[in-house]
Nanobody, 121 residues
Framework: EVQLVESGGGLVQAGGSLRLSCAVS????????IGWFRQAPGRESEGVLC????????YFTDSVKGRFTISSDDAKKRVYLQMNSLKREDTAVYYC??????????????WGQGTQVTVSS
């Protein structure tokens, strides 16, 4: 069974930081790019960042450039989203997802259950 399990969400003040973690199991970690998506209340889901099996990064939205970074630990089969200088508009449910390929396309094979990130002013 494929599982992507997010953790690390929570409530943070604007300007603060959070690190989300995604634990991947049930698939060959090297065969898939892993990305982070988010969905804010009343808005459509959007891609945030993705990392390929070779460590290449793809930003799906310019709004997080310079603030968010993505990394992976192949040995632990984990992907991390470091979020700095958080803004209220970053408030959303954040989802970890396995891409359909080993490079980032933004198309998803498997989704995690999501973790809530709330940024207060």
């Amino acid at each position: 069974e494929v599982q992507l399990v997010e953790s690390g969400g929570g409530l943070v003040q604007a300007g603060g930081s959070l690190r989300l973690s995604c634990a991947v199991s049930g698939l060959r970690f090297d065969d898939y790019a892993i990305g982070w998506f988010r969905q804010a209340p009343g808005r459509e889901s959007e891609g945030v960042l993705c990392i390929s099996n070779r460590g290449g990064r793809t930003y799906f939205t310019d709004s997080v450039k310079g603030r968010f970074t993505i990394s992976s630990d192949d040995a632990k089969k984990r992907v991390y989203l470091q979020m700095n200088s958080l803004k209220r508009e970053d408030t959303a449910v954040y989802y970890c997802a396995a891409d359909v390929y080993y490079f980032c396309t933004g198309q998803v094979s498997y989704w995690g259950q999501g973790t809530q990130v709330t940024v207060s002013s």
